[in-house]
């Protein structure tokens, strides 16, 4: 028996070492579909996959879903599909390559930009730099702990000021989702708006707010991500021998493993962690937020469903300033279409009402546990994970225009 499971466990080490080495998970012909019908035939097919592949990609979208199939599941995918009398089209005929695209983009030069997607150290590198670059304007900031050992490293920009009084604080929690790369690569590119626009407005939105700004609160998962499974969601914490990883964004200390949440540890996405706050990046990362006092607004950037969502993610009822923030959310997105007329983002609303419900997000424990008043989740762009590298600037762009709508709604009513 000894002998045995020794054996295994070499070839268990052997397949993760080679893994590693031989590089990126290819997803050769790995095909997209969006399905869309009635949400409980869609649940079937999505059980029915995932009893063949643990790993299947999936996204619930507002009529339907996402799915990305393994080329051997695609008779099964379109035997359910037939039954089930659900509509399909196909996204991207072989994932694969766009994957090859992005990874012969990565990295171009030496110097950061937004032409290509940066691993974290590169990421952490830019916030060091810029801190250095700024010290008037900046310092690097430390939001708390990963799995890995990693620190989740961030930037405020708080400029000096005559006034006695704290600015207000505004808080931006980029890339709890590994696989969400434009939401990092976004929030750099807000910082060097910040830190380096000449635009009058642009220093007015710097100079009035103590920013605190994270672009990858994720930072295990995002590497994981960029160097071995493109697709990866969740941090790297060890579960089971066999399986790691909870979905961070499901794990905070509100109405926690609820909605859109499993207790396996094994899925491939929404694991909601062993209890509430499992997971060291998020339990740390709450401490920080707790001890930041007058923070005005919460702000966290997701992708890829073009929305903005307002708390709470599992409830239809609404907050008391709900109306508010549906007037400071409809300024941001019109700020936003302003310079970039690609897509109209859906609501703002609740994500019950426009998306899906699910618990153990960020934005909820926020708003319940600190009861800060402006809350926002923000959709990125997008038609799958993988928003083409040239277009970075244009939805760094947007969100910074969204930003300025955000606070100047905020101002009228009274925030700051
Ligand atoms: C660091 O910042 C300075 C000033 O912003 C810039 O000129 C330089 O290229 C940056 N270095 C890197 C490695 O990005
Ligand atoms: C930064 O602040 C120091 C001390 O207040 C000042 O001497 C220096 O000129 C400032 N540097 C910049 C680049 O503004
Ligand atoms: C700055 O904001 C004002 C008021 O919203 C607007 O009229 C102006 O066009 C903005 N300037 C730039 C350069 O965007
Ligand atoms: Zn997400």
Redesign the pocket.
């Known amino acids: 028996m000894k002998k045995i499971s020794f054996c295994v466990l070499i070839f268990v080490n052997f397949l993760f070492v080679s893994a590693n080495v031989s590089g990126y998970r290819s997803y050769k012909n790995y095909k997209c579909f969006n399905v869309q019908g009635d949400r409980l035939r869609i649940e079937r097919l999505r059980h029915a996959l995932q009893e063949s592949d643990e790993t299947l990609t999936y996204a619930d979208t507002r009529d339907g879903g996402e799915f990305i199939v393994a080329p051997h599941l695609e008779d099964l995918f379109n035997k359910i599909v037939t039954q089930e009398n659900l509509k399909t089209t196909v996204v991207y005929d072989d994932i694969s390559k766009i994957i090859q695209s992005e990874k012969s983009l990565l990295r171009g030069s ?3 930009s937004w032409t290509a997607y940066y691993d974290i150290d590169d990421i952490y ?2 916030l060091t ?1 810029m801190s250095k ?1 700024y010290p008037n304007l900046s310092e690097l900031i430390v939001g708390g702990k990963t799995y890995q050992g990693r620190s989740i490293l961030g930037l405020r920009i708080n400029t000096p000021s005559q006034e006695c009084t704290p600015k207000p604080v505004i808080f931006i929690e980029s890339g709890i989702h590994a696989r969400e790369w434009i939401a990092p690569a976004t929030t750099t590119y807000f910082i060097k708006e910040l830190l380096t626009s000449k635009d009058a407005n642009i220093t007015a939105l710097r100079d009035q707010f103590d920013w605190r700004i994270f672009p990858s609160v994720n930072p295990d998962g995002y590497h994981y991500s960029y160097t071995v499974d493109r697709l990866w969601r969740k941090t790297l914490s060890r579960s089971t021998n066999r399986c790691f990883g909870a979905d961070p964004n499901r794990n905070w200390n509100y109405n926690w493993g609820q909605y859109s949440s499993t207790h396996n540890p094994c899925d491939y996405q929404t694991y909601a962690g062993s209890r509430p706050f499992s997971e060291i990046e998020t339990r740390t990362l709450a401490a920080y937020i707790q001890s930041i006092d007058n923070m005005m607004a919460y702000i966290s950037f997701h992708s890829y469903a073009a929305m903005l969502l307002l708390p709470y993610s599992d409830s239809t009822q609404h907050v008391h300033n709900y109306d508010d923030l549906v007037k400071v959310g409809k300024s941001s997105l019109d700020y936003g279409y302003k310079v970039n007329q690609d897509k109209r983002y859906q609501g703002p609303g609740t994500a019950a009402e426009i998306l899906y419900k699910a618990s153990g997000g960020s934005m909820d424990w926020v708003r319940h546990a600190l009861g800060t008043p402006l809350v926002f989740t923000y959709e990125l762009r997008g038609n799958s994970f993988h928003w083409p590298p040239s277009r970075i600037q244009e939805q760094g762009d947007e969100v910074t225009q969204m930003m300025l709508g955000l606070v100047t709604e905020a101002n009228k009513l009274g925030y700051y």
């Open positions: 030496k110097e950061f590198k830019y730099n670059s």
